[in-house]
Protein backbone atom coordinates (compact mmCIF):
# COMPACT_ATOMS: atom_id res chain seq x y z
CA UNK A 1 0.00 0.00 0.00
CA UNK A 2 1.34 3.50 -0.31
CA UNK A 3 1.99 5.62 1.95
CA UNK A 4 2.34 9.45 2.24
CA UNK A 5 4.28 11.56 4.68
CA UNK A 6 4.34 15.39 5.83
CA UNK A 7 6.69 15.75 8.87
CA UNK A 8 6.44 19.75 8.39
CA UNK A 9 2.82 20.67 11.06
CA UNK A 10 3.00 23.82 10.22
CA UNK A 11 5.41 26.46 8.71
CA UNK A 12 5.95 30.19 8.81
CA UNK A 13 6.84 32.63 5.81
CA UNK A 14 7.40 35.96 5.48
CA UNK A 15 5.46 37.53 1.90
CA UNK A 16 7.57 37.33 -0.95
CA UNK A 17 10.17 34.87 0.34
CA UNK A 18 10.38 30.62 -1.39
CA UNK A 19 8.83 28.33 0.74
CA UNK A 20 9.42 24.17 0.58
CA UNK A 21 6.74 22.09 1.74
CA UNK A 22 8.20 18.45 2.46
CA UNK A 23 6.77 15.47 1.46
CA UNK A 24 8.29 11.58 1.56
CA UNK A 25 6.47 8.65 0.01
CA UNK A 26 6.68 4.64 -0.12
CA UNK A 27 5.59 2.73 -2.56
CA UNK A 28 6.07 -0.74 -4.50
CA UNK A 29 4.91 0.20 -7.75
CA UNK A 30 7.43 1.18 -10.30
CA UNK A 31 5.00 3.38 -12.00
CA UNK A 32 3.58 6.13 -10.13
CA UNK A 33 1.57 9.75 -9.97
CA UNK A 34 1.88 12.06 -7.27
CA UNK A 35 -0.09 15.27 -6.35
CA UNK A 36 -0.19 18.49 -4.37
CA UNK A 37 -3.62 20.09 -3.64
CA UNK A 38 -4.13 23.11 -1.53
CA UNK A 39 -7.04 23.86 0.80
CA UNK A 40 -7.73 27.37 2.05
CA UNK A 41 -10.27 28.18 5.21
CA UNK A 42 -12.79 28.45 2.84
CA UNK A 43 -12.48 24.11 2.80
CA UNK A 44 -12.27 23.61 -0.81
CA UNK A 45 -9.20 21.25 -2.06
CA UNK A 46 -7.79 22.91 -5.05
CA UNK A 47 -5.15 20.98 -7.40
CA UNK A 48 -1.87 22.66 -7.80
CA UNK A 49 0.12 20.46 -9.48
CA UNK A 50 1.27 16.64 -10.44
CA UNK A 51 4.47 14.64 -11.47
CA UNK A 52 4.61 11.49 -13.06
CA UNK A 53 7.40 8.86 -11.78
CA UNK A 54 8.74 8.50 -15.63
CA UNK A 55 8.58 12.39 -15.81
CA UNK A 56 12.14 13.15 -16.81
CA UNK A 57 11.75 16.68 -15.89
CA UNK A 58 10.30 18.05 -12.42
CA UNK A 59 6.45 19.36 -12.75
CA UNK A 60 6.02 23.46 -12.99
CA UNK A 61 3.12 25.29 -12.37
CA UNK A 62 3.33 29.14 -12.65
CA UNK A 63 4.92 29.54 -9.17
CA UNK A 64 4.61 26.32 -8.14
CA UNK A 65 7.43 23.80 -8.82
CA UNK A 66 7.91 19.69 -7.17
CA UNK A 67 11.27 18.96 -6.09
CA UNK A 68 11.05 15.46 -7.17
CA UNK A 69 13.99 12.79 -6.05
CA UNK A 70 12.99 9.25 -7.02
CA UNK A 71 15.82 7.71 -5.42
CA UNK A 72 14.89 9.66 -1.99
CA UNK A 73 11.55 9.18 -2.68
CA UNK A 74 10.62 12.37 -2.10
CA UNK A 75 8.18 14.96 -4.36
CA UNK A 76 8.57 18.34 -2.62
CA UNK A 77 6.52 21.31 -3.31
CA UNK A 78 8.18 24.74 -4.09
CA UNK A 79 5.94 27.96 -3.90
CA UNK A 80 8.11 30.88 -4.92
CA UNK A 81 7.86 34.34 -4.44
CA UNK A 82 4.66 33.53 -1.73
CA UNK A 83 1.84 36.03 -1.45
CA UNK A 84 -0.65 36.16 1.23
CA UNK A 85 -3.04 33.94 -0.42
CA UNK A 86 -1.05 31.33 -0.18
CA UNK A 87 -1.61 30.66 3.61
CA UNK A 88 -3.29 27.31 3.78
CA UNK A 89 -2.89 23.88 4.08
CA UNK A 90 -1.35 21.96 1.43
CA UNK A 91 -1.34 18.27 1.15
CA UNK A 92 0.56 16.00 -1.11
CA UNK A 93 -0.91 12.49 -2.22
CA UNK A 94 -0.02 9.67 -4.27
CA UNK A 95 -2.33 7.37 -6.27
CA UNK A 96 -2.83 3.84 -5.94
CA UNK A 97 -4.32 1.72 -8.49
CA UNK A 98 -8.21 0.04 -8.24
CA UNK A 99 -8.36 -0.97 -11.86
CA UNK A 100 -7.03 0.24 -15.53
CA UNK A 101 -7.55 3.81 -15.52
CA UNK A 102 -8.40 4.57 -11.62
CA UNK A 103 -7.00 5.22 -8.84
CA UNK A 104 -7.86 6.16 -4.76
CA UNK A 105 -5.48 8.62 -3.58
CA UNK A 106 -3.52 8.69 -0.69
CA UNK A 107 -2.90 11.32 1.43
CA UNK A 108 -0.61 12.97 3.59
CA UNK A 109 -1.40 14.65 7.15
CA UNK A 110 -0.87 17.95 5.38
CA UNK A 111 1.20 20.94 6.37
CA UNK A 112 -0.28 24.19 7.45
CA UNK A 113 1.69 27.33 5.75
CA UNK A 114 0.91 30.91 6.96
CA UNK A 115 2.22 33.79 4.62
CA UNK A 116 3.34 36.73 6.91
CA UNK A 117 3.31 40.01 5.85
CA UNK B 1 -17.39 24.38 -17.29
CA UNK B 2 -18.79 23.59 -14.09
CA UNK B 3 -16.29 22.14 -11.64
CA UNK B 4 -17.45 19.20 -9.22
CA UNK B 5 -20.68 20.73 -7.52
CA UNK B 6 -21.84 19.34 -3.95
CA UNK B 7 -24.46 20.15 -2.20
CA UNK B 8 -25.67 21.09 0.61
CA UNK B 9 -22.19 22.47 1.82
CA UNK B 10 -23.44 22.28 5.44
CA UNK B 11 -25.32 19.77 6.71
CA UNK B 12 -26.86 19.26 10.53
CA UNK B 13 -28.15 16.32 12.26
CA UNK B 14 -29.23 14.82 15.03
CA UNK B 15 -28.25 11.44 16.18
CA UNK B 16 -30.25 8.68 14.61
CA UNK B 17 -31.45 10.98 11.31
CA UNK B 18 -30.16 10.47 7.70
CA UNK B 19 -27.56 12.42 5.79
CA UNK B 20 -28.03 12.71 1.85
CA UNK B 21 -25.06 13.83 0.49
CA UNK B 22 -25.05 14.74 -3.24
CA UNK B 23 -22.35 14.87 -5.93
CA UNK B 24 -22.75 15.84 -9.52
CA UNK B 25 -19.57 15.75 -11.22
CA UNK B 26 -17.61 17.72 -14.08
CA UNK B 27 -19.35 17.34 -16.82
CA UNK B 28 -18.14 14.10 -19.13
CA UNK B 29 -16.64 12.53 -15.79
CA UNK B 30 -17.58 9.15 -15.34
CA UNK B 31 -15.61 8.62 -12.35
CA UNK B 32 -16.55 9.58 -9.18
CA UNK B 33 -15.14 9.32 -6.04
CA UNK B 34 -16.16 10.11 -2.17
CA UNK B 35 -13.22 11.13 0.72
CA UNK B 36 -14.07 11.96 4.27
CA UNK B 37 -11.69 14.38 6.39
CA UNK B 38 -11.79 13.73 10.22
CA UNK B 39 -10.79 17.81 11.47
CA UNK B 40 -6.78 18.71 11.52
CA UNK B 41 -6.53 15.01 9.06
CA UNK B 42 -6.24 14.21 5.68
CA UNK B 43 -8.32 13.11 3.29
CA UNK B 44 -9.61 9.19 3.37
CA UNK B 45 -10.89 7.18 0.32
CA UNK B 46 -13.96 5.97 0.86
CA UNK B 47 -15.62 4.68 -2.42
CA UNK B 48 -15.05 4.91 -5.80
CA UNK B 49 -18.15 4.34 -8.64
CA UNK B 50 -18.90 4.80 -12.43
CA UNK B 51 -22.20 5.58 -13.88
CA UNK B 52 -23.88 2.74 -11.85
CA UNK B 53 -21.37 0.59 -10.15
CA UNK B 54 -19.94 0.22 -7.57
CA UNK B 55 -15.96 -0.57 -8.24
CA UNK B 56 -14.38 0.34 -4.76
CA UNK B 57 -16.05 0.65 -1.50
CA UNK B 58 -13.23 -0.65 0.52
CA UNK B 59 -12.97 2.65 2.65
CA UNK B 60 -16.76 2.28 3.48
CA UNK B 61 -17.41 1.55 6.94
CA UNK B 62 -19.48 -1.99 6.68
CA UNK B 63 -22.88 -0.46 8.33
CA UNK B 64 -24.63 2.83 7.77
CA UNK B 65 -22.80 4.08 4.85
CA UNK B 66 -23.81 3.57 0.93
CA UNK B 67 -23.39 5.27 -2.08
CA UNK B 68 -24.82 5.59 -5.54
CA UNK B 69 -24.19 6.78 -8.71
CA UNK B 70 -27.52 6.35 -10.93
CA UNK B 71 -27.23 6.60 -14.75
CA UNK B 72 -29.09 9.84 -14.83
CA UNK B 73 -29.16 12.34 -11.53
CA UNK B 74 -25.75 12.67 -9.32
CA UNK B 75 -24.12 10.73 -6.79
CA UNK B 76 -25.56 10.32 -3.60
CA UNK B 77 -23.78 9.29 -0.27
CA UNK B 78 -26.09 8.16 2.57
CA UNK B 79 -25.54 7.97 6.13
CA UNK B 80 -28.33 6.17 7.79
CA UNK B 81 -29.09 6.75 11.89
CA UNK B 82 -26.05 9.13 11.91
CA UNK B 83 -23.98 8.89 14.98
CA UNK B 84 -21.25 12.04 16.43
CA UNK B 85 -18.12 10.16 14.87
CA UNK B 86 -20.02 10.48 11.82
CA UNK B 87 -19.62 14.72 12.01
CA UNK B 88 -16.82 15.40 9.52
CA UNK B 89 -16.13 17.06 5.41
CA UNK B 90 -17.10 14.78 2.99
CA UNK B 91 -15.63 15.32 -0.28
CA UNK B 92 -16.34 14.19 -3.77
CA UNK B 93 -13.88 14.20 -6.87
CA UNK B 94 -14.67 13.71 -10.30
CA UNK B 95 -12.07 11.99 -13.08
CA UNK B 96 -12.79 11.83 -16.53
CA UNK B 97 -12.63 8.02 -18.44
CA UNK B 98 -9.10 6.53 -17.80
CA UNK B 99 -7.20 6.50 -21.30
CA UNK B 100 -3.63 8.77 -20.20
CA UNK B 101 -2.09 5.89 -18.12
CA UNK B 102 -2.81 5.09 -14.62
CA UNK B 103 -0.86 8.17 -13.22
CA UNK B 104 -2.15 11.32 -14.52
CA UNK B 105 -6.15 10.89 -14.04
CA UNK B 106 -6.35 13.82 -11.70
CA UNK B 107 -9.14 14.36 -9.39
CA UNK B 108 -10.87 17.28 -9.52
CA UNK B 109 -12.96 17.69 -6.04
CA UNK B 110 -15.83 19.95 -5.12
CA UNK B 111 -15.98 22.19 -2.40
CA UNK B 112 -16.99 19.38 0.36
CA UNK B 113 -20.27 18.78 2.24
CA UNK B 114 -19.60 19.40 6.26
CA UNK B 115 -21.91 17.41 8.52
CA UNK B 116 -22.18 18.11 12.39
CA UNK B 117 -24.03 15.72 14.43
CA UNK B 118 -26.02 16.85 17.44
Known amino acids: AQKITQTQPGMFVQEKEAVTLDCTYD???????LFWYKQPSSGEMIFLIYQGSYDEQNATEGRYSLNFQKARKSANLVISASQLGDSAMYFC??????????????FGQGTRLTINP | NAGVMQNPRHLVRRRGQEARLRCSPV?????VYWYRQLPEEGLKFMVY????????ESGMPKERFSAEFPKEGPSILRIQQVVRGDSAAYFCASSPPGGLGLAKNIQYFGAGTRLSVL
Open chain 2, 27 to 31: KGHSH
Open chain 1, 93 to 106: AMGERIIQGAQKLV
Open chain 1, 27 to 33: TSDQSYG
Open chain 2, 49 to 56: LQKENIID
